[in-house]
């Protein structure tokens, strides 16, 4: 099914964003409370009655593909979705997985190489900080972070920095940096 008239024209007179902090996988955005709010709510149940299933690596998202872009957004419910994305066709996990074009890591895929690693170095120290007061309390849920908000890979990097090395450089003092 194609876009309705009054969809495609809110659609195409949209002044979309493009995502600067993910360079590795281009796609732009409109964000809810900048736009139609009623016009945005029809494209968001549009994209996902007529979608299909797709993949961002180990997460299921619908996409919905018209005349090039390919449209998704995140899976929340209809009212707490504030994003919809598009990305030209060739540009999808799908097609660049067939290419063998993703991004090498997760760094690059955000623009900033080593990010993940020092966010989530931060993050280790707050559940440190909480282990020394509270040793029970010491996880990657109860120090604030949601692993349902995060992508897969970022919540990878996470676990394997709470777990390991990045913690015990944190133990010792350090940056966690080489």
């Not at 993703?102 to 909480?130: D, K, Y």
Request: charge should be neutral.
């Amino acid at each position: 099914m194609t876009l309705p008239a009054d969809l495609r024209a809110f659609v195409d007179e949209q002044r979309w964003t493009f995502a600067k902090t993910m360079p590795g996988w281009p796609h732009e955005y409109i964000v809810r409370g900048r736009v139609d709010e009623q016009l945005f709510e029809r494209l968001v149940v549009h994209i996902r009655t007529h979608g299909v299933e797709g993949k961002f690596y180990e997460r299921a998202i619908t996409c919905y593909e018209e005349a090039g872009p390919v449209y998704w957004t995140m899976g929340a419910t209809l009212h707490e979705t504030t994003i919809v994305n598009r990305c030209r066709s060739e540009e999808t996990y799908v097609r660049r997985l067939a290419r063998g074009t993703l991004p090498q890591s997760t760094g690059e895929a955000i623009g900033r190489p080593g990010w993940v690693q020092q966010a989530h170095l931060a993050q280790s120290r707050v559940i440190l900080e909480r282990a020394r007061a509270e040793p029970a309390a010491a996880s990657y849920t109860s120090a604030g972070f949601s692993p349902a908000k995060t992508s897969p890979a970022i919540n990878a990097a996470a676990s394997s920095c709470i777990a390991g090395m990045a913690c015990e450089e944190v133990q010792r003092g350090g940056s966690g940096e080489p």
